[in-house]
């Protein structure tokens, strides 16, 4: 839920993205004020100049604090934990550092070609060889639950901004035909996440069957 303020943060998002959930969820966490403005992205509202002069590259998530206009989803991550969240959710420690970084670098990569490019075949008719990024889902999935067995969170034994960026594609992904049974781990993180407090989830679409 959003909170009025009139220093609320403004997150320019598209509500079934994940990319948009995981700052909506890192705000929620936070306890930040904050503004949703939905990006019609069916209607094209994200090429139109107006969203343009915020993010040449035509995506969302931007946040809007104060003056600063941020886009990126991992960025807007780093930089609302370094500047809200104390280093509880991006520690400082070089080693514990780089430890998040390398999982977002898998959130840009593995994740979005995989799981998430799966769900936006089917959900958003996006041009997707569907198979291919269901075996890069399953094959991300099964580094994480190996991961997952050695620490109850993925960059170590605290939740950071690296898991809020795995969430909710990971726990979507049965959206895109990727079975989360195989998984006991993964679905033990997931629990995990969903228990923390002020939690928000994002709006569930119809389950694909796997072909």
């Known amino acids: 839920m959003s909170h009025s303020s009139s220093r609320a943060l403004r997150l320019h998002r598209f509500e079934r ?122 094959d991300l999935f099964a580094v994480l639950d190996a991961e997952l067995a050695e620490r109850p969170f993925l960059a170590g034994e605290a939740v950071s901004i690296a898991d809020l960026a795995h969430y909710a594609y990971v726990a979507h992904a049965p959206e895109g035909g990727v079975s989360l049974a195989p998984y006991p781990r993964i679905r033990g993180w997931l629990a995990a996440i969903e228990a923390l407090p002020h939690f928000i989830p994002m709006r569930a679409s119809p389950v694909v069957e796997a072909a």
């Open 17 to 138: 993205s994940g990319h948009c959930h995981r700052v909506q969820l890192l705000l929620s966490l936070l306890r930040l004020p904050y503004e949703l403005i939905e990006v019609d992205l069916s209607a094209g509202a994200q090429r139109l100049p107006a969203f343009l002069v915020m993010n040449r590259f035509g995506l969302v998530p931007v946040l809007e604090d104060g003056e600063l206009i941020l886009a990126d989803s991992n960025a807007i991550l780093v930089y609302l934990a370094q500047k809200y969240g104390g280093h509880r959710w991006n520690p400082a420690s070089p080693a514990a550092a780089a430890a998040v970084q390398r999982w977002l670098s898998v959130a840009a990569g593995p994740l979005a070609t995989g799981p998430a490019a799966a769900r936006a075949a089917l959900l958003f008719g996006v041009a997707c060889d569907v198979q291919s990024a269901r075996s890069r889902a399953r």
